[in-house]
Antibody, heavy 116, light 109 residues
């Protein structure tokens, strides 16, 4: 079964850091681009970042550029999002998703809350 | 404020047909494929349509997609109560980021 499982969310203070992980299974992870997408409960989807299949090309939303870093470990079928200098408006459910320009597989999400 | 523009809500009775519109610009919809996602309450989004009008396996042909210029449309025929959900359009933008619409809540009356 094709599956993505996010982890690493939690409560963090403003200015703090958090590293999200996404474990992939059931498909050849190293063949696919991957994304992070976030959503404030009750609000719409917001794209965060994407990385190419070998980890050499990355793209970021303007709101996170310079603060967040996407990376991957193809040997361990894992995607990461290192989030630094977190702000209250980064509070959201973070989904990892598979795909190049559209997302055909989504994880269930992990919740990040930035609050003092 | 989302880059792509969708109506906040649409509604129709069971058995009827409905369309959801998505408006963008030349840097996204105008020059790239559109995808659509459905999100049931409390769950992750699910791909409903890709490359403007292609359905992933498992999506019934009651769902259709079309694109014209800088706008796209998702059509649903023979509405069922189980179609109640939030629907999002998405596209890649030539400025090197992905964009989504703000979402449309479909209510089946």
């Amino acid at each position: 079964e094709v599956q993505l499982v996010e982890s690493g969310g939690g409560l963090v203070q403003p200015g703090g850091s958090l590293r999200l992980s996404c474990a992939a299974s059931g498909f050849s992870f190293s063949d696919y681009w991957m994304h992070w997408v976030r959503q404030v409960p009750g609000k719409g989807l917001v794209w965060v970042s994407r990385i190419n299949s070998v980890g050499r090309t990355t793209h970021y939303a303007g709101s996170v550029k310079g603060r967040f870093t996407i990376s991957r470990d193809n040997a361990n079928n894992a995607l990461y999002l290192q989030m630094n200098r977190l702000r209250a408006d980064d509070t959201a459910i973070y989904y990892c998703a598979r795909g190049y320009y559209y997302m055909d597989v989504w994880g269930k999400g992990t919740t990040v809350t930035v609050s003092s | 404020q989302s880059v792509l523009t969708q109506p906040p809500s649409v509604s129709a009775a069971p058995g009827q047909n409905v369309t959801i519109s998505c408006f963008g610009s030349t840097s996204n919809i105008g020059n790239n494929y559109v995808s659509w996602y459905r999100q049931m309450p409390g769950t992750a989004p699910r791909l409903l349509m890709f490359d403007n009008s292609k359905r992933p396996s498992g999506i019934p042909d009651r769902f259709s997609g079309a694109k014209s210029g800088t706008s796209a449309t998702l059509g649903i025929t023979g509405l069922q109560t189980g179609d109640e959900a939030d629907y999002y359009c998405g596209a890649w933008d030539n400025n090197l980021y992905a964009v989504f619409g703000g979402g449309t809540r479909l209510t089946v009356l």
